[in-house]
């Protein structure tokens, strides 16, 4: 845990190459303390069909997956970093945005915790 899921205009990796993108949030997550870096996950969807405030436009949209029971302060300290980064690193993308979701722990599955069962 987390999963990160970054939306990107294809044109944004003429820009960063994709893998120097998920490394570097990748980078930035782990780099807050608030997860071991093995558990963060991060995966790059490129679309080619897209409009920003009507137009075709660059665009970098995150959507961060953690267990529920971070702190609201947490939270921001994850998004104001990870989107920090971005935009020093891509000035050149006028819309970069993060959102932080709780998964709720009750109903939540994966390998390890189905084996355990």
């Not at 970054?6 to 997860?35: K, W």
């Amino acid at each position: 845990m987390p999963h990160c899921l970054i939306e990107a205009a294809r044109e944004v990796s003429e820009l960063i190459a994709p893998q120097e993108l998920v490394q570097l949030v990748h980078d930035q997550a782990a780099d807050t303390g608030l997860f071991q870096p093995g558990e963060v996950k991060v995966r790059l969807g490129l679309y080619e069909h897209h409009c920003v405030g009507g137009e075709p436009g660059l665009f970098v949209h995150l959507i961060f997956y953690v267990l529920a029971g971070r702190s609201d302060d947490e939270k921001r300290v994850l998004s104001r970093r990870v989107v920090r980064a971005l935009v020093e690193r891509l000035p050149q993308v006028p819309a970069i945005s993060l959102d932080v979701r709780d998964i709720r722990r009750e109903v939540f599955s994966n390998r390890r915790n189905c084996l355990d069962d």
